[in-house]
């Protein structure tokens, strides 16, 4: 591996996304990716109508437009009644949430690294940086044994166990919550449209639902009070969806499934010197409002847009400050909003159950309270 001007460990939608935005701009960077090939798990889906702009900006959006669902709104459902949140009064070109397999989303960002000249190196795993003369060294193992590439900067996109923040000394402030949240991909056969996600509340918990074409379904379930199974199958999702009134019929196994704790973390900071952090490695927070890739992507836009003055020598070194000022403050707000999404949702108190139960479809209908959630989600 030839000296680089940015190494970026993680080959996930955010460091794909960077890595083709640094060779957008004229730089080298090499991106370096510890499995030994591109991950076959939707993960995360939501594709945010600000994350569209930035793809626009990039010159990509049309790949992704040609590709996905749009949901073009939420219906909020308690034993007690319903309200439609849709989106058409959403100040954008894209009034909808893109709905796509992160698997897809990764796909899609590597064929455009591939044209702008790069390439992912699989196999490859980070194992530690070191203050270096041109910036610097990181040493990077293979099965054939390690190796030391000189680069600029370095950039951890390498997800919530990041290697890189361990090595670079970054705290992890926060916690895990109690409860865990189930994920499943599955088949079924539901009256309710394509372009409709579904948020069914009860005394529980919670449950969404997004299409992901006209037959696969998204499920995450929420609950704080159940202890979820270790496998997820077609027989207990069907007994949850039954429980809390979601108007569907399973018909087969699920595609895939994931049972994971839910955290709340941030990095204490962003950068240390020449190594920053991006994405999952810098803040980690509850799928609930689907931020999570969204926020990691526009972290990848801004780091570009401030890396790329200094390294043509265009700009003071000092200006990279301003990429953990604008995101970290971002983030920071993105892992309060989810955090009080998520005890509004599902926090198993009964003042909150019953708040939830009998206030919420009268609450949502509210314009102004029912435009501040939307503007929340889809346009902060």
Excluded at 60 to 87: I, K, M, Q, Y
Excluded at 206 to 220: C, D, G
Aim: charged share 25%; with cysteine; hydrophobic share 45%.
């Amino acid at each position: 591996m030839n000296d680089v001007d940015v190494i970026i460990v993680g080959a996930g939608p955010v460091g794909l996304f960077l890595a083709g935005e640094l060779l957008r701009r004229g730089h080298t960077c090499a991106i370096v990716e510890r499995a030994l090939g591109p991950s076959a798990h939707s993960k995360a889906l939501a594709i945010m109508p600000r994350t569209l702009q930035l793809f626009e900006r990039a010159g990509t959006s049309d790949a992704f437009l040609s590709e996905v669902n749009r949901v073009r709104g939420v219906r909020f459902v308690t034993p007690r009644g319903a309200t439609l949140v849709d989106f058409e009064n959403v100040a954008t070109r894209y009034p909808f949430v893109s709905i796509l397999a992160q698997h897809r989303t990764e796909a899609l960002l590597k064929v455009r690294l591939e044209r702008l000249g790069g390439t992912v190196l699989y196999g490859h795993e980070f194992v530690a940086c070191a203050p270096g003369e041109r910036g610097v060294r990181v040493t990077i193992a293979n099965q054939t044994g390690a190796f030391e590439v000189r680069a600029r900067y370095l950039v951890g996109c390498d997800g919530v166990h990041s290697a890189v923040r361990e090595n670079a000394g970054i705290a992890f402030a926060g916690r895990t919550y109690n409860d865990r949240a189930v994920l499943a991909d599955v088949r079924v056969r539901t009256g309710v449209p394509q372009d409709e996600a579904r948020v069914h509340i009860d005394r529980t918990g919670m449950v969404t639902m997004f299409a992901m074409n006209a037959t696969l379904r998204r499920i995450v379930v929420v609950s704080p009070r159940e202890r979820a199974p270790e496998r997820i199958c077609a027989e207990w999702l069907q007994a949850r969806l039954d429980r809390t009134r979601l108007p569907v019929k399973v018909l087969e196994e699920p595609v895939w499934s994931s049972v994971f704790g839910v955290h709340r973390r941030i990095a204490r900071q962003m950068r240390a010197g020449n190594v920053f952090l991006a994405g999952d490695a810098a803040h980690a927070h509850s799928p609930v409002g689907g931020q999570g890739m969204n926020v990691g992507l526009e972290d990848a836009w801004t780091l570009a847009q401030v890396l790329s003055p200094v390294l043509c020598a265009n700009a003071a070194v000092s200006s990279l400050d301003r990429y953990e000022a604008l995101r970290l403050s971002a983030a920071r707000a993105v892992v309060r909003h989810t955090d009080l999404l998520l005890r509004a949702l599902a926090h198993p108190n009964r003042a909150m159950r019953i708040g939830r139960e009998f206030l919420a479809p009268y609450v949502i209908r509210i314009p102004v309270l029912r435009d501040r959630v939307v503007r929340e989600l889809l346009t902060a």
